[in-house]
């Protein structure tokens, strides 16, 4: 076992690629639940979005392109959600639920003729002489733009969130939507923005995934990654900056069992595979617990349906 072959700054730089996907899914999975939402088919927009982002990505010979088929593609399946829920008033739970397996299936008959081959390889962000900063260059400035992005959205949602008019409509639909409904709001279209928006954010997570991170696709290769996506909305207490630390804990333990296991420490495989989503959803759970209680945050209108009347 020699785990000084751990290098601190390539452990930083490959839990910021672990948690991109992750985060994108989170902070788009945050709007949507901060209009009063519950979606519960992130897996399959990020699956749906990953494949899509690789078939264009390879047909085209460019991941910039893909990207943004990926962000349709989410997007669209989002809002076959909103159609049902918010349109015909379908449960939110059942189908979102539905939209997994939909997403889930759709993106394994896609795929096939796609298993095995490689997508046109995404550059890195040039940052000039930042990228040639001991140790900070390597961690910090040498990763694609998609990282720096993830970032971004999770600034923008943050500012979106408390300070523009939209952002406080957004939060008043989800708090009581009846009320801001008298108030003379259009509820049903505010949260069908907001349910694309996250569709977009989970299908740029899954295209992060087939394009960046793996790079390949494999059928189910999201593994969870939606539900993980899920979680941390809850436990980070519905707050964009708790999101963005709660995606890179699980980025960090991702890479560090995986270093582990290449280091040839004795400790059964299973148990390290198992510990991200272990220690993720632990260390949330003591943050979010006594005053800052993540249920205390949770927006009033969650998961409840919108009727309009009068």
């Not at 992750?22 to 088919?41: D, H, P, T, Y």
């Not at 993106?107 to 962000?125: D, F, H, M, N, W």
């Not at 928006?197 to 960046?212: E, K, T």
Request: charged letters at 10%.
């Amino acid at each position: 076992m020699i785990l000084g072959s751990i290098q601190p700054a390539v452990l930083i730089a490959a839990l910021m690629v672990a948690a991109t996907p992750i985060l994108l899914a989170a902070i788009g999975e945050l709007v949507v639940e901060k209009a009063g939402v519950l979606n519960l088919g992130v897996e399959g927009m990020m699956i749906l979005g990953a494949v899509a982002g690789f078939i264009v990505a390879v047909q085209t010979g460019n991941p910039a392109l893909g990207f943004v088929s990926a962000a349709v593609a989410g997007g669209l399946l989002a809002l076959l959600f909103a159609l049902l829920t918010q349109a015909l008033m379908a449960n939110q739970v059942a189908s979102g639920l539905a939209l997994t397996l939909f997403g889930l299936g759709l993106s394994a008959l896609l795929g096939q003729a796609y298993v095995g081959i490689s997508p046109p390889r995404t550059p890195k962000l040039d940052l000039g002489p930042l990228s040639d900063i001991p140790f900070f260059g390597r961690a910090f400035f040498s990763h694609d733009a998609l990282v720096y992005l993830a970032i971004a959205i999770v600034i923008g949602v943050w500012w979106f969130l408390k300070y523009s008019r939209a952002g406080l409509i957004l939060r008043a639909v989800g708090e009581n939507h009846d009320a801001a409904h008298g108030l003379g709001y259009h509820v049903k279209r505010v949260r069908a923005l907001a349910i694309v928006f996250g569709g977009a954010c989970a299908g740029l997570g899954g295209a992060y995934l087939s394009l960046i991170r793996v790079p390949q696709w494999t059928e189910g290769m999201t593994a969870g990654a939606g539900w993980i996506a899920l979680a941390l909305v809850v436990f980070a207490s519905w707050r964009p900056f708790r999101a963005l630390a709660g995606a890179y804990l699980f980025g960090g333990i991702v890479v560090l069992q995986l270093n582990l296991q290449a280091a040839g420490v004795k400790i059964p495989v299973e148990y390290l595979s198992m510990s991200p989503y272990l220690i993720t959803i632990v260390v949330l759970v003591f943050i979010s617990s006594g005053k800052a209680r993540g249920s205390l945050n949770a927006p009033g209108s969650l998961n409840r349906p919108f009727h309009a009347s009068g």
